[in-house]
């Protein structure tokens, strides 16, 4: 007889938002497995829980290793809790790992829901959140963090980041690049817990609101998907050619690249690249 994998959720600020069934199984586990066990026990102790399985550390540097003993435990018939050091296990946190290989095994896989960062940041936002994608940490290099942003330029869904507070400036930078300065947002700080705060307006004011004070804290961002529609029949010949006939009376290149991109929905920095591209092809071209 097999045992059983439950994923819980755990607080993400408030301690009160602990379910009865994670408290309940924090009791009576056979096995925890947690990020930082020092953490676990803290909760346990919290929420006035006393743990008697054994708990173990799970995290990136050592999930390989651990899942295979957290699945000889399974296959011997016990009860394995898997938490993250907060929400829900697997989101931007380890756990794909045991979970799969107990799925294969046919080892029942169960959820304790409850806390999640993500969702909460969607409910509070103010924004249209009917569909969404969540995007995890955004990329520490600019470059590669640019790259990333790039490749949602064009997303209609609500986009969720996480993010840290040291690079929150940077990122809201290159967001504000290449979704545009009045796409909304929602900068999401310390949710649920004592000081929590919602910065909600256009991308331009957090990036404003954010270099005046210094953010601190576990930061969740929300984008607003793309609402402007692209033509489906302009190509980059006739984007090209619009940027140009702005320039013709008298706009920069930037602020002729602005101008298209606000009627056709593109960001700038995409317009103004394609103008650039353009006058390396043909010197002949407009000066951008």
């Known amino acids: 007889m097999t045992g059983r ?3 819980a959720a755990t607080p993400i600020g408030n301690i009160a938002d602990a379910s009865t069934r994670l408290r309940e199984l ?3 586990a056979d096995v ?3 990020e930082d066990t020092r953490r676990l026990l803290n909760l346990a102790s919290a929420l006035g829980v006393r743990v008697r399985g054994t708990v173990l550390s799970y995290y990136d540097a050592n999930e390989a290793d651990r899942a295979q003993e957290l699945l000889q435990r399974l296959r011997e018939g016990q009860t394995v809790l898997l938490v993250s050091d907060a929400g829900m296990p697997l989101v931007s946190d380890p756990g794909h790992r ?5 799925v294969a095994e046919g080892i029942t896989v169960d959820a304790i829901p409850g806390p999640s960062a993500v969702t909460t940041a969607l409910a509070v936002s103010g924004l249209p959140v009917e569909r969404f994608t969540f995007e995890g940490f955004l990329a ?9 942003l790039q490749s949602l330029r064009d997303e209609r869904r609500a986009m969720v980041f996480f993010e840290a507070p040291h690079r929150l400036v940077e990122a809201l930078h290159d967001a504000v690049e290449v979704f545009g300065a009045d796409r909304g947002c929602a900068v999401c700080r310390e949710l649920t817990k004592t000081y929590q ?3 909600r307006g256009s991308l331009a004011e957090a990036l404003a609101h954010f270099e005046a004070v210094e953010p601190r804290g576990e930061i969740t961002v929300v984008i607003a998907g793309r609402t402007a529609p692209v033509a489906a029949d302009l190509s980059d010949d006739d984007i090209i050619a619009r940027v140009h006939l702005e320039q013709a009376s008298g706009l920069s290149a930037s602020a002729a690249s ?3 991109a606000k009627s056709v929905g593109l960001p700038r920095q995409a317009i103004y690249e394609l103008v650039l591209a353009a006058k390396r092809k043909s010197p002949d071209a407009p000066h951008p």
């Open 258 to 260: 602005a101008a298209v």
């Open 32 to 34: 925890i497995a947690a």
């Open 140 to 148: 520490r290099r600019g470059g590669e963090r640019r790259a990333h």
């Open 98 to 102: 045991v979970v799969s290989m107990a």
């Open 197 to 199: 705060e919602v910065v």
């Open 5 to 7: 994998l439950v994923l």
């Open 26 to 28: 924090l009791g009576s």
